[in-house]
């Protein structure tokens, strides 16, 4: 009986005699900065991706405000409250397309005329004025579209530039009747002469409502402060007073420059800038008003007080926000500074209603006692 064994050899070598063992495999790791640049060029794939998709998204964006060109004032301002920047670009794109539209038929006309005489001539040049009447109408859309766009962040001074170019009245000397007849023409028309006509009769209108209601509510806080403020400086009041009616009237101002079309963002901007150089310019001025404002709040001193201050001794005749007018011993009148006043001692001489007196008298021994 044969018995057959089967062996098994570990370790055993090939005939090259390399070893035939199998050993783990090793798993091979990057390098940190080139699994931070993988992850930068993950999240710059990302923004790309969603960059083309809203790019897709604001160029599948068509124009809805300029399928009736007519459409009214009123409702245009309300249709473009709730649209994005992207999208108020293109209503304004699509709106300078409608101008540029009817600026090219009027060109085409004023060429037609230049070649015709006569009666054929006056009824291209009555063709023209409805068609610049059509272009404000255009324009005036644009403007407010345009704005509506700069509000939510835009730039619109390329095509403000743009309308600038191709609207107005072109003035020839060479065609004196032609240019009179255009300039009777705006001047009656509804959208030219008329409308600005009314809107100066606004803006004459709103300025004197405005000083009237402005000057009617100094009085109601002249009043209020007399009542509540019984003991406070007449200068006080005086201030409030004329603070009040400066700040209604300037509300009217502003109300009545946009009525004839001037932009209050900008006037705004442009009294900002200026009140800021005015600040830097007047400094020491600004500090006496300043103080004028903490003297008429703490009243330290009034009207009629015999005051020494800022190094001056004598009565109070008159205050305003910058300087103090005392009236000495010697008859003198000294303007101080306020500035100087708030930043010293104050003592007020008469300001209790009684205080000690010291006298010196000198007796002599042989006086009768």
């Known amino acids: 009986m044969i018995r057959s064994s089967s062996c098994s050899k570990e370790n055993e070598g090939d005939s090259t005699g390399r070893s035939t063992d199998h050993h783990p495999a090793h798993t091979m790791t990057l390098p940190i900065p080139i699994q931070r640049l993988n992850q930068a060029s993950m999240a710059l794939l990302l923004w790309a991706a ?3 998709f809203i790019f897709l998204q604001a160029a599948d964006y068509q124009s809805q405000t300029t ?21 108020l670009q293109v209503e304004t794109e699509a709106w300078q397309d409608l101008l540029k539209s009817k600026a090219t038929e009027i060109i085409e006309l004023e060429i037609q005329e230049i070649s015709s005489e006569g009666e054929e001539k006056d009824q291209i040049n009555q063709l023209v004025v409805e068609k610049v009447r059509e272009r404000t109408l255009i324009a005036d859309r644009m403007t407010i579209v345009m704005n509506a766009f700069q509000t939510k962040g835009g730039d619109p001074a390329e095509y403000k530039d743009y309308m600038a170019s191709v609207t107005g009245i072109q003035v020839d000397i060479k065609e004196i009747g032609k240019t009179s007849s255009r300039v009777i023409s705006w001047l009656k028309s509804e959208e030219g002469g008329i409308r600005w006509a009314l809107n ?12 009237f209601i402005a000057f009617l509510l100094g009085n109601i806080t002249r009043k209020a402060l007399d009542r509540a403020a019984v003991n406070s400086s007449e200068l006080l009041k005086d201030f409030f007073v004329h603070a009040v009616r400066k700040l209604i ?16 963002g900008p006037f705004l901007a442009a009294f900002g800038a200026v009140g800021f150089i005015l600040g830097f310019a007047l400094q ?7 103080a004028g404002i903490m003297i008429l709040f ?7 007080n015999f005051v020494t201050a800022g190094g001056v001794t004598g009565k109070i005749t008159r205050m305003n926000l910058a ?17 100087s006043i708030w930043g ?17 008298f000198g007796i002599s021994y042989d006086d009768d006692m």
Request: charged content about 20%; overall charge negative; hydrophobic content about 45%.
């Open 284 to 290: 020491g001025t600004l500090a006496n008003l300043a």
């Open 50 to 52: 969603m960059s083309s």
């Open 200 to 211: 100066l009769i606004w803006f004459v209108v709103t300025l004197i409502a405005s000083r």
């Open 323 to 339: 300087s103090t007018t005392f009236l000495t011993g010697d008859n003198q009148q000294v303007i101080v500074p306020n500035g």
């Open 249 to 264: 009237f300037l509300v009217g101002l502003i109300v009545a420059l946009d009525l004839i079309g001037v932009q209050s």
């Open 344 to 360: 010293d001692v104050i003592t007020n001489i008469t300001g209790s209603e009684t205080r000690r007196g010291d006298m010196s």
């Open 298 to 304: 703490h009243r330290p001193y009034d009207i009629g």
């Open 67 to 87: 399928a009736d060109p007519d459409i009214s004032v009123e409702s245009l301002k309300l249709r473009v409250i709730p649209l994005e920047k992207s999208e």
